[in-house]
Structures are given as structure tokens and as C-alpha cells.
């Protein structure tokens, strides 16, 4: 029997998950880019039908959270899969330098403020896994974050991923399905769509000086991806390394997965009892009366 798409890319959970190993482009029989296109039309179609039944059920909620390297394409994803969704039944943030307020508290706080009610899917941007990833390359930015006790480093990342584990199994014991999307640019990649944003008049306002500047610490940010992704990828809260070099295969994989964890749930539309069919008629009775 062939592997889902969210075993093909679920992040182990034993912890042995090496970056190095993990594909940035699809297999050659998935690269075709109209295929790809057709099935994420497809999908979004069936996602639509699946959100109003979320919505009508209203027992749980949806969290995906997107990581990745910029130029990766994490807004153009979210944009293509959640093209069908009722705009009503979604709620996308955008997580970047936190402020002073933010600071005040602790580091789970500006998300926990944002999680999605039930009936609706949540969509992360960046998220509290910045805490390990962005400030694990820069600890200097531990300083604006006012701890009491700073623990050596590697204290600190390991308390954080507790934390973290801690706060996403509360979440899933409550009804909340999370699902978490490492979108896997290549460096060369990331390079060539740099270099678009620089050549292309339309695609200017996307380019930072920063985002070269990140792009030299390339490899002390796949060790903190690698070490985020085994200490945090769980049963309940599972990691997606998806390849991102390709586009339209990378949003038809995260729509596939997406779809594949809503049909799990079995959701329906709520039923009525006897007694309240029995007023439906009486109410269509009253309707169908020409004098209504």
C-alpha cells in the first residue's frame, strides 16, 4: 500500500530526523507543475466542504503553523491552499519582531491570544517557534526578553521545547488539530528567488538587505530546524518537512495533508431529532402558504 503524503513527510518522532536527508524537490513523476496545480484545485474544493463542516460541528479547531527560511514561499502557500475557504472561517497572523508589550510576557503569550476558536482554522505565519530558531541564532536577543534566570543555552532551548510540547498537548486534549509545516528551500533555491526579487520591478518591495545577512548563518539555522523539529515533532503535534523548491508541489502537499487530517475526524453536519423534524414541516408548511 502507498504512503500518505503525511507519512511521506511527517517528521519522525523518535527524534532521528536529519535535515541533510530531507528532500527539497519532489520525485520526478510529482514535478508536473499543470498536474500539481489541478490536484491543489481540487483539494481546495474538498478543504472548502471540509471548513463548513468544522464550522457546523463546532467541537474542534484547526492550527497550521508555517516555518521556513525566507523566499521559502510560506504566504503564497497559505494564500493558494486557503483560496477557497470561507474567508469567515479563517483567521491567518503574522508573527514578526515582537513588541514592548509582547516582551512583557512570556514567550507563548502573543500567540496563545491569537489561537483559532472552534469551527475555524487558525494559520500561523511564523509563530512561537521563533523562540528556538530565530533567538537560538541570536541570543543577543534574549537580552529585550527580561528573564529572571537565564539558564545556560542549551538549558534554555531544552526548557523551551518542554514548554512548548506542554502548551501544544494542552491545546490537542481540548479539540484543537495542529498541524506543523517546515516549508525545505534549498540554499541554491532561496539564492535564485533573491536574485528574482532583485530583477523583477514587480517583486522589489520584497527584497530586504537582512535577508542576506540571514542567509549567512544558512547553517546554524538548519541545526536549530533540526533539533526544533525532533524535540517538538509529536503525536499530537506533528512536523511536516515539505520540498519547497517546487511550488505548486509544495502547496498540493500541504493541502493534501491538511485534508487527509480533517477527513480523519469524520465530521458531519449536525443531525435533528424527530421532534424537531416535525417543526421543520410545520415551519415549510407555513412558507409554502401562499398567504405567508
Not at 131 to 154: I, N, T
Not at 188 to 202: A, N, T
Amino acid at each position: 500500500m502507498s504512503k500518505s503524503v503525511s507519512d511521506l513527510y511527517r517528521v519522525p518522532f523518535d527524534g532521528q530526523f536529519k535535515r541533510s536527508a530531507a528532500p527539497t524537490s519532489p520525485p520526478k513523476k510529482h514535478q508536473d507543475k499543470k498536474q500539481n496545480k489541478r490536484k491543489l484545485a481540487r483539494l481546495t474544493e474538498e478543504l472548502d466542504e471540509l471548513q463548513r463542516k468544522l464550522y457546523a460541528n463546532d467541537q474542534y479547531s484547526l492550527l497550521l503553523i508555517f516555518q521556513a527560511m525566507d523566499a521559502a514561499g510560506k504566504d503564497s502557500t497559505i494564500r493558494a491552499v486557503l483560496s477557497g475557504v470561507n474567508p469567515a472561517g479563517c483567521q491567518v497572523f503574522s508573527f514578526k519582531q515582537p513588541s514592548a508589550e509582547e516582551l512583557d510576557h512570556d514567550f507563548l503569550w502573543r500567540t496563545a491570544r491569537s489561537l483559532p476558536e472552534r469551527g475555524r482554522i487558525g494559520v500561523f505565519n511564523r509563530s512561537y517557534y521563533e523562540e528556538v530558531l530565530v533567538v537560538r541564532v541570536h541570543p543577543e536577543y534574549l537580552s529585550y526578553q527580561k528573564l529572571p534566570h537565564v539558564p545556560d543555552l542549551p538549558s534554555l532551548w531544552k526548557q523551551r521545547y518542554e514548554s512548548i510540547r506542554d502548551h501544544e498537548r494542552h491545546l490537542t486534549r481540548n479539540g484543537m488539530i495542529i498541524l506543523k509545516f517546515w516549508l525545505n528551500v534549498s540554499r541554491e533555491e532561496q539564492k535564485q528567488r533573491f536574485l528574482s526579487r532583485l530583477e523583477e520591478p514587480e517583486k522589489n518591495w520584497k527584497f530586504s538587505e537582512g535577508d542576506l545577512k540571514e542567509r549567512k548563518l544558512w547553517d546554524d539555522y538548519m541545526a536549530a530546524y533540526e533539533e526544533a523539529l525532533n524535540a517538538t515533532s509529536t503525536p499530537e503535534a506533528p512536523w511536516f518537512a515539505i520540498p519547497a523548491d517546487d511550488k505548486p508541489f509544495m502547496r498540493a502537499s500541504v493541502a493534501q495533508i491538511i485534508v487527509e487530517h480533517l477527513n480523519a475526524l469524520n465530521l458531519s453536519y449536525p443531525s435533528v431529532d424527530q421532534e424537531q423534524l416535525q417543526e421543520f414541516n410545520r415551519f415549510k408548511k407555513q412558507l409554502k402558504d401562499p398567504s405567508s
